[in-house]
Protein backbone atom coordinates (compact mmCIF):
# COMPACT_ATOMS: atom_id res chain seq x y z
CA UNK A 1 0.00 0.00 0.00
CA UNK A 2 1.00 3.09 -0.85
CA UNK A 3 2.50 6.18 1.66
CA UNK A 4 -0.23 8.79 1.84
CA UNK A 5 0.73 12.53 1.22
CA UNK A 6 0.31 14.83 4.07
CA UNK A 7 -1.94 17.42 2.33
CA UNK A 8 -4.35 14.36 1.76
CA UNK A 9 -4.19 13.02 5.46
CA UNK A 10 -4.87 16.27 7.08
CA UNK A 11 -6.19 18.73 3.72
CA UNK A 12 -7.91 16.09 1.93
CA UNK A 13 -9.71 18.15 -0.68
CA UNK A 14 -8.78 21.65 0.58
CA UNK A 15 -6.63 23.67 -1.67
CA UNK A 16 -3.91 23.92 0.54
CA UNK A 17 -0.13 22.90 0.08
CA UNK A 18 2.20 21.36 3.58
CA UNK A 19 5.40 23.21 3.34
CA UNK A 20 6.63 22.04 7.14
CA UNK A 21 5.43 19.46 9.97
CA UNK A 22 6.96 20.11 13.37
CA UNK A 23 5.62 17.65 16.15
CA UNK A 24 6.63 18.39 19.73
CA UNK A 25 5.14 17.03 22.72
CA UNK A 26 3.12 19.68 23.18
CA UNK A 27 1.39 20.52 19.74
CA UNK A 28 1.37 19.41 16.55
CA UNK A 29 2.51 22.76 13.95
CA UNK A 30 1.90 22.44 10.49
CA UNK A 31 3.03 25.74 7.92
CA UNK A 32 1.03 25.64 4.49
CA UNK A 33 0.17 27.84 1.76
CA UNK A 34 -2.82 28.35 -0.13
CA UNK A 35 -2.59 27.37 -3.74
CA UNK A 36 -6.37 27.34 -4.78
CA UNK A 37 -8.00 29.18 -7.16
CA UNK A 38 -7.70 33.00 -7.10
CA UNK A 39 -11.42 34.09 -5.33
CA UNK A 40 -13.74 37.08 -6.09
CA UNK A 41 -13.91 40.30 -4.46
CA UNK A 42 -17.02 40.13 -1.79
CA UNK A 43 -18.02 43.15 -2.54
CA UNK A 44 -18.33 43.71 -5.82
CA UNK A 45 -17.94 39.94 -7.20
CA UNK A 46 -14.88 40.91 -9.25
CA UNK A 47 -12.10 37.76 -9.68
CA UNK A 48 -8.74 38.66 -8.24
CA UNK A 49 -6.13 38.93 -10.95
CA UNK A 50 -2.68 40.34 -9.88
CA UNK A 51 -1.54 39.29 -6.49
CA UNK A 52 -0.87 42.47 -4.01
CA UNK A 53 1.22 40.62 -1.03
CA UNK A 54 1.02 37.57 1.28
CA UNK A 55 1.04 37.07 4.56
CA UNK A 56 0.88 33.91 7.21
CA UNK A 57 -2.26 33.70 9.88
CA UNK A 58 -2.41 31.28 12.60
CA UNK A 59 -5.09 29.09 12.46
CA UNK A 60 -5.66 26.46 15.24
CA UNK A 61 -7.56 23.08 13.50
CA UNK A 62 -8.78 19.62 15.31
CA UNK A 63 -6.64 17.80 17.81
CA UNK A 64 -4.28 14.83 15.87
CA UNK A 65 -2.66 11.92 17.62
CA UNK A 66 -3.81 13.55 21.09
CA UNK A 67 -2.11 16.55 19.99
CA UNK A 68 -3.38 20.48 19.36
CA UNK A 69 -2.97 21.09 15.77
CA UNK A 70 -1.70 24.48 14.70
CA UNK A 71 -1.49 25.77 11.45
CA UNK A 72 0.62 28.23 10.03
CA UNK A 73 -1.52 29.05 6.92
CA UNK A 74 -0.03 31.65 3.94
CA UNK A 75 -2.54 33.48 1.93
CA UNK A 76 -2.72 35.95 -0.46
CA UNK A 77 -3.78 39.25 -0.91
CA UNK A 78 -5.25 40.13 -4.45
CA UNK A 79 -6.15 43.58 -5.92
CA UNK A 80 -9.91 44.69 -6.89
CA UNK A 81 -8.95 45.83 -10.63
CA UNK A 82 -12.98 47.37 -10.48
CA UNK A 83 -12.35 51.24 -10.72
CA UNK A 84 -16.19 51.40 -9.24
CA UNK A 85 -15.54 49.51 -6.55
CA UNK A 86 -14.20 50.82 -3.08
CA UNK A 87 -12.50 47.68 -1.65
CA UNK A 88 -9.05 48.12 -3.36
CA UNK A 89 -7.47 44.77 -2.11
CA UNK A 90 -9.16 41.50 -0.70
CA UNK A 91 -7.73 38.58 0.91
CA UNK A 92 -8.36 35.13 0.09
CA UNK A 93 -10.34 32.65 2.36
CA UNK A 94 -9.56 28.91 2.09
CA UNK A 95 -12.66 26.90 1.57
CA UNK A 96 -13.78 24.66 4.41
CA UNK A 97 -10.46 25.89 6.51
CA UNK A 98 -10.27 29.50 7.18
CA UNK A 99 -13.17 32.45 7.97
CA UNK A 100 -12.80 35.83 8.12
CA UNK A 101 -12.38 37.10 11.37
CA UNK A 102 -11.42 33.64 12.74
CA UNK A 103 -8.60 32.00 14.35
CA UNK A 104 -10.23 28.51 14.93
CA UNK A 105 -11.02 26.21 11.48
CA UNK A 106 -14.01 25.67 10.02
CA UNK A 107 -14.10 21.64 11.08
CA UNK A 108 -12.96 22.60 15.19
CA UNK A 109 -15.60 25.86 14.51
CA UNK A 110 -18.23 22.78 14.14
CA UNK A 111 -16.75 20.16 16.49
CA UNK A 112 -17.14 23.38 18.99
CA UNK A 113 -20.77 24.15 18.42
CA UNK A 114 -22.09 20.86 18.85
CA UNK A 115 -20.09 20.29 21.99
CA UNK A 116 -21.58 23.40 23.43
CA UNK A 117 -24.84 22.67 21.77
CA UNK A 118 -25.14 19.41 23.93
CA UNK A 119 -23.40 20.09 27.07
CA UNK A 120 -23.30 23.61 26.97
CA UNK A 121 -20.20 25.82 29.08
CA UNK A 122 -18.27 24.55 31.46
CA UNK A 123 -18.97 20.69 31.30
CA UNK A 124 -18.40 21.98 27.40
CA UNK A 125 -15.09 23.38 28.13
CA UNK A 126 -14.03 19.96 30.20
CA UNK A 127 -14.64 17.72 27.17
CA UNK A 128 -12.63 20.42 25.17
CA UNK A 129 -9.72 19.60 27.81
CA UNK A 130 -10.39 16.75 27.70
CA UNK A 131 -10.12 16.50 23.65
CA UNK A 132 -6.92 18.96 23.81
CA UNK A 133 -8.92 22.17 22.27
CA UNK A 134 -7.91 24.74 23.90
CA UNK A 135 -10.97 27.43 24.72
CA UNK A 136 -12.73 28.49 27.51
CA UNK A 137 -17.26 28.28 28.22
CA UNK A 138 -17.43 31.84 27.57
CA UNK A 139 -16.47 31.34 24.07
CA UNK A 140 -18.33 27.93 23.38
CA UNK A 141 -21.55 29.93 24.81
CA UNK A 142 -20.71 32.90 22.29
CA UNK A 143 -20.31 30.57 19.20
CA UNK A 144 -24.07 29.35 19.71
CA UNK A 145 -26.79 31.47 17.52
CA UNK A 146 -30.64 30.31 17.36
CA UNK A 147 -31.74 29.35 14.12
CA UNK A 148 -33.69 31.10 11.45
CA UNK A 149 -37.32 30.18 11.95
CA UNK A 150 -40.26 30.17 9.20
CA UNK A 151 -42.80 33.06 9.29
CA UNK A 152 -45.49 30.41 9.02
CA UNK A 153 -46.78 28.34 11.77
CA UNK A 154 -46.84 24.97 11.04
CA UNK A 155 -49.81 23.16 10.05
CA UNK A 156 -50.35 20.87 13.31
CA UNK A 157 -49.17 22.65 16.28
CA UNK A 158 -48.54 21.29 19.72
CA UNK A 159 -48.43 24.41 22.77
CA UNK A 160 -47.44 23.33 26.31
CA UNK A 161 -45.93 24.78 29.36
CA UNK A 162 -42.50 24.33 30.94
CA UNK A 163 -41.19 25.44 34.12
CA UNK A 164 -38.07 27.60 34.60
CA UNK A 165 -38.72 27.13 38.29
CA UNK A 166 -41.33 25.37 39.43
CA UNK A 167 -44.56 27.07 41.21
CA UNK A 168 -43.02 30.36 40.59
CA UNK A 169 -42.06 31.29 36.59
CA UNK A 170 -43.34 29.26 33.30
CA UNK A 171 -42.61 29.25 29.59
CA UNK A 172 -44.31 27.82 26.63
CA UNK A 173 -42.94 25.89 24.04
CA UNK A 174 -44.39 25.55 20.46
CA UNK A 175 -43.69 22.39 18.53
CA UNK A 176 -44.00 21.22 14.86
CA UNK A 177 -46.44 17.81 15.39
CA UNK A 178 -45.81 16.88 11.99
CA UNK A 179 -42.38 16.97 11.79
CA UNK A 180 -41.52 16.27 15.39
CA UNK A 181 -39.57 19.26 16.37
CA UNK A 182 -39.61 22.74 18.46
CA UNK A 183 -40.32 25.90 16.41
CA UNK A 184 -40.24 28.42 18.72
CA UNK A 185 -39.55 28.97 22.59
CA UNK A 186 -41.84 31.48 24.69
CA UNK A 187 -40.87 33.29 27.71
CA UNK A 188 -44.00 33.23 29.99
CA UNK A 189 -47.34 31.49 29.70
CA UNK A 190 -49.86 34.26 29.25
CA UNK A 191 -52.47 34.19 26.95
CA UNK A 192 -51.64 37.69 25.13
CA UNK A 193 -47.76 36.34 24.65
CA UNK A 194 -49.29 33.50 22.46
CA UNK A 195 -51.59 35.28 20.86
CA UNK A 196 -49.58 37.63 19.19
CA UNK A 197 -46.86 35.07 18.39
CA UNK A 198 -50.01 33.65 16.62
CA UNK A 199 -50.88 36.80 14.74
CA UNK A 200 -47.45 36.92 13.31
CA UNK A 201 -47.41 33.31 12.10
CA UNK A 202 -50.45 32.39 10.67
CA UNK A 203 -51.32 29.19 9.20
CA UNK A 204 -51.90 26.85 11.72
CA UNK A 205 -55.01 24.39 11.65
CA UNK A 206 -54.75 22.40 14.12
CA UNK A 207 -53.38 23.37 17.60
CA UNK A 208 -52.85 20.67 20.27
CA UNK A 209 -52.98 21.81 23.94
CA UNK A 210 -53.75 20.27 27.24
CA UNK A 211 -56.72 21.66 29.63
CA UNK A 212 -55.03 24.86 30.30
CA UNK A 213 -57.23 27.75 29.94
CA UNK A 214 -55.62 30.63 28.57
CA UNK A 215 -54.21 29.26 25.71
CA UNK A 216 -57.51 28.36 24.52
CA UNK A 217 -58.11 31.85 25.09
CA UNK A 218 -55.39 33.08 22.93
CA UNK A 219 -56.55 30.67 20.15
CA UNK A 220 -60.05 32.16 20.11
CA UNK A 221 -58.61 35.57 19.84
CA UNK A 222 -55.73 35.04 17.76
CA UNK A 223 -56.96 32.19 15.49
CA UNK A 224 -60.25 31.59 15.32
CA UNK A 225 -60.22 29.16 12.56
CA UNK A 226 -57.77 26.52 13.90
CA UNK A 227 -59.07 23.51 15.36
CA UNK A 228 -58.15 22.44 19.43
CA UNK A 229 -57.47 19.28 20.57
CA UNK A 230 -57.90 18.10 24.03
CA UNK A 231 -54.66 16.23 24.70
CA UNK A 232 -56.21 12.65 25.39
CA UNK A 233 -53.37 11.57 28.15
CA UNK A 234 -54.58 14.99 30.29
CA UNK A 235 -58.23 13.85 30.10
CA UNK A 236 -57.66 9.71 31.72
CA UNK A 237 -55.71 12.11 33.87
CA UNK A 238 -58.73 14.25 35.22
CA UNK A 239 -60.99 11.41 34.95
CA UNK A 240 -58.12 9.18 37.22
CA UNK A 241 -58.19 11.92 39.43
CA UNK A 242 -62.02 11.97 39.44
CA UNK A 243 -61.89 8.31 40.58
CA UNK A 244 -59.60 8.59 42.97
CA UNK A 245 -61.27 11.28 44.81
CA UNK A 246 -64.74 9.02 44.45
CA UNK A 247 -62.57 6.01 46.11
CA UNK A 248 -61.34 8.31 48.73
CA UNK A 249 -64.96 9.44 49.04
CA UNK A 250 -66.72 5.88 49.93
CA UNK A 251 -63.55 4.41 51.76
CA UNK A 252 -65.59 3.77 54.69
CA UNK A 253 -67.91 1.20 52.89
CA UNK A 254 -65.22 -0.72 51.82
CA UNK A 255 -64.13 -0.49 55.65
CA UNK A 256 -67.18 -2.13 56.79
CA UNK A 257 -67.31 -4.45 54.19
CA UNK A 258 -64.25 -5.52 54.86
CA UNK A 259 -64.92 -5.55 59.15
CA UNK A 260 -67.83 -7.80 58.02
CA UNK A 261 -65.90 -10.22 56.03
CA UNK A 262 -63.66 -10.66 58.65
CA UNK A 263 -66.17 -11.03 61.40
CA UNK A 264 -68.19 -13.93 59.14
CA UNK A 265 -65.94 -16.61 60.57
CA UNK A 266 -65.51 -16.89 64.69
CA UNK A 267 -61.58 -17.15 65.88
CA UNK A 268 -59.99 -18.59 69.11
CA UNK A 269 -58.78 -15.89 70.23
CA UNK A 270 -55.55 -17.51 72.27
CA UNK A 271 -53.23 -13.75 72.81
CA UNK A 272 -55.84 -11.27 72.87
CA UNK A 273 -54.65 -7.98 71.12
CA UNK A 274 -54.14 -5.42 73.55
CA UNK A 275 -57.26 -2.49 73.81
CA UNK A 276 -57.69 -0.28 70.98
CA UNK A 277 -56.91 2.84 73.31
CA UNK A 278 -53.11 3.64 72.54
CA UNK A 279 -51.43 5.76 75.04
CA UNK A 280 -51.20 9.14 73.16
CA UNK A 281 -48.30 10.69 71.59
CA UNK A 282 -47.05 14.41 71.57
CA UNK A 283 -47.66 13.49 67.32
CA UNK A 284 -51.01 12.21 68.15
CA UNK A 285 -52.21 15.42 70.53
CA UNK A 286 -51.56 17.43 67.54
CA UNK A 287 -53.18 15.46 64.78
CA UNK A 288 -56.30 15.59 67.11
CA UNK A 289 -56.08 19.27 67.25
CA UNK A 290 -55.60 20.21 63.76
CA UNK A 291 -57.64 18.17 62.65
CA UNK A 292 -60.42 19.58 64.91
CA UNK A 293 -59.29 23.06 63.64
CA UNK A 294 -59.39 22.50 60.09
CA UNK A 295 -62.98 21.23 60.31
CA UNK A 296 -64.04 23.95 62.43
CA UNK A 297 -63.01 26.23 60.20
CA UNK A 298 -64.63 24.55 57.35
CA UNK A 299 -67.93 24.70 59.05
CA UNK A 300 -67.35 27.97 58.96
CA UNK A 301 -67.50 28.03 55.16
CA UNK A 302 -63.96 29.40 54.80
CA UNK A 303 -61.96 27.99 51.98
CA UNK A 304 -58.91 26.25 51.96
CA UNK A 305 -56.41 29.17 50.95
CA UNK A 306 -57.78 30.89 54.14
CA UNK A 307 -57.32 28.16 56.71
CA UNK A 308 -53.55 27.57 55.28
CA UNK A 309 -53.30 31.31 56.05
CA UNK A 310 -54.66 31.22 59.29
CA UNK A 311 -53.20 27.61 60.94
CA UNK A 312 -49.47 28.62 58.91
CA UNK A 313 -50.02 24.92 56.88
CA UNK A 314 -49.28 24.32 53.03
CA UNK A 315 -52.63 23.82 51.04
CA UNK A 316 -51.94 20.32 50.31
CA UNK A 317 -51.89 19.13 54.52
CA UNK A 318 -55.20 20.99 54.96
CA UNK A 319 -56.99 19.12 51.92
CA UNK A 320 -55.21 15.71 53.45
CA UNK A 321 -57.12 16.64 56.60
CA UNK A 322 -60.00 17.24 54.85
CA UNK A 323 -60.05 14.36 53.00
CA UNK A 324 -58.59 11.69 55.50
CA UNK A 325 -60.45 9.98 58.23
CA UNK A 326 -59.34 10.39 61.74
CA UNK A 327 -58.52 7.16 62.52
CA UNK A 328 -56.30 7.04 59.82
CA UNK A 329 -54.29 10.10 60.62
CA UNK A 330 -53.94 8.61 64.23
CA UNK A 331 -52.71 5.18 62.40
CA UNK A 332 -50.04 7.30 60.59
CA UNK A 333 -49.35 9.86 63.34
CA UNK A 334 -48.49 6.91 65.75
CA UNK A 335 -45.52 5.99 63.97
CA UNK A 336 -46.35 2.46 64.38
CA UNK A 337 -48.09 2.22 60.82
CA UNK A 338 -45.75 0.12 58.21
CA UNK A 339 -44.53 0.86 54.91
CA UNK A 340 -42.91 -0.72 51.68
CA UNK A 341 -43.27 -4.38 51.75
CA UNK A 342 -44.68 -5.00 54.34
CA UNK A 343 -47.97 -3.12 54.76
CA UNK A 344 -49.86 -5.81 52.02
CA UNK A 345 -49.43 -8.47 54.68
CA UNK A 346 -50.10 -6.73 58.29
CA UNK A 347 -53.65 -8.05 57.96
CA UNK A 348 -52.36 -12.08 57.77
CA UNK A 349 -49.70 -11.21 60.15
CA UNK A 350 -52.90 -9.69 62.51
CA UNK A 351 -55.19 -12.84 62.03
CA UNK A 352 -52.49 -15.10 63.05
CA UNK A 353 -51.16 -13.32 65.96
CA UNK A 354 -54.66 -13.40 67.31
CA UNK A 355 -54.93 -17.30 66.56
CA UNK A 356 -51.86 -17.31 68.61
CA UNK A 357 -48.81 -17.52 66.43
CA UNK A 358 -46.87 -14.56 68.02
CA UNK A 359 -42.58 -15.69 67.06
CA UNK A 360 -41.78 -13.71 64.81
CA UNK A 361 -39.63 -16.24 63.28
CA UNK A 362 -42.78 -17.94 62.09
CA UNK A 363 -44.49 -15.48 61.12
CA UNK A 364 -42.18 -14.04 58.77
CA UNK A 365 -41.55 -17.94 57.29
CA UNK A 366 -44.79 -17.99 56.76
CA UNK A 367 -44.83 -14.72 54.96
CA UNK A 368 -42.35 -15.87 52.69
CA UNK A 369 -44.09 -18.22 51.19
CA UNK A 370 -46.45 -15.86 50.44
CA UNK A 371 -44.65 -13.49 48.16
CA UNK A 372 -42.91 -11.34 51.11
CA UNK A 373 -39.74 -10.38 49.58
CA UNK A 374 -38.32 -8.05 52.52
CA UNK A 375 -35.64 -9.17 55.63
CA UNK A 376 -37.34 -10.15 59.10
CA UNK A 377 -36.61 -6.81 60.81
CA UNK A 378 -39.95 -5.42 60.08
CA UNK A 379 -41.86 -8.22 61.05
CA UNK A 380 -40.23 -8.08 63.86
CA UNK A 381 -40.90 -4.90 65.17
CA UNK A 382 -44.28 -4.98 63.92
CA UNK A 383 -45.14 -8.14 65.88
CA UNK A 384 -43.12 -6.65 69.12
CA UNK A 385 -45.15 -2.91 68.39
CA UNK A 386 -48.68 -5.50 68.52
CA UNK A 387 -47.36 -7.02 71.85
CA UNK A 388 -46.74 -3.94 73.33
CA UNK A 389 -49.39 -1.73 71.59
CA UNK A 390 -47.64 0.87 70.91
CA UNK A 391 -48.97 -0.51 66.63
CA UNK A 392 -52.53 -0.25 66.04
CA UNK A 393 -53.67 -3.87 64.58
CA UNK A 394 -54.50 -3.78 60.96
CA UNK A 395 -58.13 -4.25 60.30
CA UNK A 396 -59.21 -5.90 57.39
CA UNK A 397 -57.73 -5.61 54.10
CA UNK A 398 -58.68 -2.46 52.62
CA UNK A 399 -57.38 -1.46 48.96
CA UNK A 400 -55.40 1.89 48.74
CA UNK A 401 -57.81 4.79 46.76
CA UNK A 402 -55.15 4.97 44.09
CA UNK A 403 -54.30 1.10 43.42
CA UNK A 404 -58.40 1.07 42.80
CA UNK A 405 -58.19 3.83 40.78
CA UNK A 406 -55.26 1.66 38.97
CA UNK A 407 -57.28 -1.06 38.29
CA UNK A 408 -60.15 0.48 36.77
CA UNK A 409 -58.04 2.94 34.73
CA UNK A 410 -55.56 0.34 33.48
CA UNK A 411 -57.44 -2.24 30.39
CA UNK A 412 -58.76 -5.65 31.29
CA UNK A 413 -56.26 -7.44 29.86
CA UNK A 414 -53.56 -6.03 32.05
CA UNK A 415 -55.09 -6.92 34.89
CA UNK A 416 -54.46 -10.04 36.83
CA UNK A 417 -56.76 -12.73 38.10
CA UNK A 418 -56.41 -11.71 41.68
CA UNK A 419 -56.94 -7.99 40.99
CA UNK A 420 -59.63 -8.40 39.08
CA UNK A 421 -60.99 -10.46 42.07
CA UNK A 422 -60.11 -7.41 44.33
CA UNK A 423 -62.14 -5.15 42.16
CA UNK A 424 -65.22 -6.92 41.89
CA UNK A 425 -65.31 -7.20 45.54
CA UNK A 426 -64.97 -3.09 45.81
CA UNK A 427 -67.53 -2.75 43.56
CA UNK A 428 -69.93 -4.97 45.21
CA UNK A 429 -68.74 -3.13 48.17
CA UNK A 430 -69.98 -0.02 47.04
CA UNK A 431 -72.38 1.27 44.34
CA UNK A 432 -70.88 4.79 43.55
CA UNK A 433 -67.64 2.83 42.99
CA UNK A 434 -68.91 0.72 40.68
CA UNK A 435 -70.75 3.25 39.11
CA UNK A 436 -67.58 5.02 38.68
CA UNK A 437 -66.06 1.93 37.19
CA UNK A 438 -68.38 1.15 35.01
CA UNK A 439 -68.40 5.35 33.72
CA UNK A 440 -64.63 5.43 33.57
CA UNK A 441 -64.69 2.04 31.57
CA UNK A 442 -66.70 3.86 29.06
CA UNK A 443 -65.18 6.81 28.73
CA UNK A 444 -61.98 4.86 28.06
CA UNK A 445 -63.58 2.68 25.77
CA UNK A 446 -64.68 6.25 23.53
CA UNK A 447 -61.41 7.92 23.38
CA UNK A 448 -59.35 4.33 22.84
CA UNK A 449 -61.50 3.52 20.24
CA UNK A 450 -61.79 7.24 18.73
CA UNK A 451 -65.83 7.63 18.52
CA UNK A 452 -65.81 11.56 20.17
CA UNK A 453 -69.52 11.65 18.25
CA UNK A 454 -70.79 9.26 21.64
CA UNK A 455 -69.20 11.88 23.94
CA UNK A 456 -72.73 13.50 24.89
CA UNK A 457 -74.28 10.19 25.26
CA UNK A 458 -71.88 9.70 27.99
CA UNK A 459 -72.11 13.38 29.64
CA UNK A 460 -75.55 12.03 29.77
CA UNK A 461 -75.30 8.99 31.24
CA UNK A 462 -72.97 10.84 33.97
CA UNK A 463 -75.81 13.61 34.40
CA UNK A 464 -78.45 10.72 35.88
CA UNK A 465 -76.93 8.98 38.57
CA UNK A 466 -72.85 9.33 38.63
CA UNK A 467 -71.00 10.49 41.82
CA UNK A 468 -70.09 13.69 42.71
CA UNK A 469 -66.73 13.87 41.10
CA UNK A 470 -67.23 12.09 37.85
CA UNK A 471 -69.72 14.89 37.83
CA UNK A 472 -67.76 17.33 37.76
CA UNK A 473 -65.18 16.10 35.44
CA UNK A 474 -68.11 15.69 32.67
CA UNK A 475 -69.56 19.11 33.45
CA UNK A 476 -65.50 20.51 32.73
CA UNK A 477 -65.55 18.25 29.63
CA UNK A 478 -69.03 20.42 28.62
CA UNK A 479 -66.91 23.38 28.92
CA UNK A 480 -64.42 22.57 26.09
CA UNK A 481 -66.71 20.20 24.54
CA UNK A 482 -65.28 21.27 20.82
CA UNK A 483 -61.56 20.42 21.91
CA UNK A 484 -62.56 17.52 23.80
CA UNK A 485 -64.60 15.82 21.06
CA UNK A 486 -61.73 16.48 18.55
CA UNK A 487 -59.24 15.09 21.15
CA UNK A 488 -61.23 11.33 21.10
CA UNK A 489 -62.11 11.73 17.52
CA UNK A 490 -58.96 13.10 16.07
CA UNK A 491 -55.22 11.56 15.71
CA UNK A 492 -53.27 14.32 16.69
CA UNK A 493 -52.18 14.69 20.51
CA UNK A 494 -49.89 16.45 22.63
CA UNK A 495 -47.41 13.56 22.66
CA UNK A 496 -44.79 15.08 21.33
CA UNK A 497 -44.99 18.01 23.12
CA UNK A 498 -44.66 15.96 26.40
CA UNK A 499 -41.43 14.48 25.38
CA UNK A 500 -40.11 18.13 24.16
CA UNK A 501 -40.73 18.83 27.96
CA UNK A 502 -38.68 16.76 29.38
CA UNK A 503 -36.24 17.43 27.03
CA UNK A 504 -36.24 20.88 28.28
CA UNK A 505 -36.23 19.83 31.59
CA UNK A 506 -32.75 18.03 30.79
CA UNK A 507 -30.88 20.84 29.28
CA UNK A 508 -32.51 23.08 31.58
CA UNK A 509 -31.00 21.29 34.25
CA UNK A 510 -27.43 21.15 32.96
CA UNK A 511 -27.20 24.70 32.53
CA UNK A 512 -28.00 24.58 37.15
CA UNK A 513 -30.43 28.25 36.24
CA UNK A 514 -27.39 30.27 35.59
CA UNK A 515 -27.87 31.22 32.09
CA UNK A 516 -30.33 33.46 30.64
CA UNK A 517 -33.53 32.88 28.60
CA UNK A 518 -31.95 33.83 25.35
CA UNK A 519 -29.54 30.81 25.36
CA UNK A 520 -31.71 28.63 26.44
CA UNK A 521 -33.95 29.20 23.90
CA UNK A 522 -31.30 28.84 21.31
CA UNK A 523 -30.32 25.57 22.84
CA UNK A 524 -33.57 24.14 22.73
CA UNK A 525 -33.67 25.45 18.80
CA UNK A 526 -30.79 23.75 18.18
CA UNK A 527 -31.11 20.37 20.07
CA UNK A 528 -34.57 19.96 18.25
Not at 15 to 33: D, K, P
Not at 58 to 78: A, C, K, N
Not at 101 to 123: C, D, E, N, S
Request: proline letters at 6%; glycine letters at 6%; a positive charge.
Amino acid sequence: MGAIAIEDALFSGIGVRVTAVHVTAEQVTVEASSCGRPPTCPDCGCAGRRVHSRYVRRVTERPVVGRPLVIWLSVRRFFCERASCRRRTFVEQVPDLSERYRRQAVGLRLWMQTIATFLGGRPGERLCRTLQIPTGRTHLLGLLTAPTLPEQAPRVLGVDEFAFRKRWRYGTVLVDIEAARVVEVLPDRDAATFATWLREHPGAEIICRDRATAYSSAVREAAPGAQEVADRWHLLKNLSDAVEKTCHEHRSCLRKQAEADRDTEPRRIINPLPPPTLPPTKMAVRTVDRYSDIHRLLGQGHSISEISRRLHLDRKTVRHFRDTDLDELLASARHGRPKGVLEAFTTYLTERFTDGVTSPTDLFREIRQRGYRGSDLPVRRYVAGLKAGTVEPARGAVPSPRKITTWIMQSRDALKLCEEDELLKVRLACPDIARAYDLARTFHDLLQQRRGQQLLAWVRQVEQDAPSPILSFAQGLCLDLDAVTAGLTLPWSSGIVEGHVNRIKTIKRTMYGRASFRLLRTRILLRS
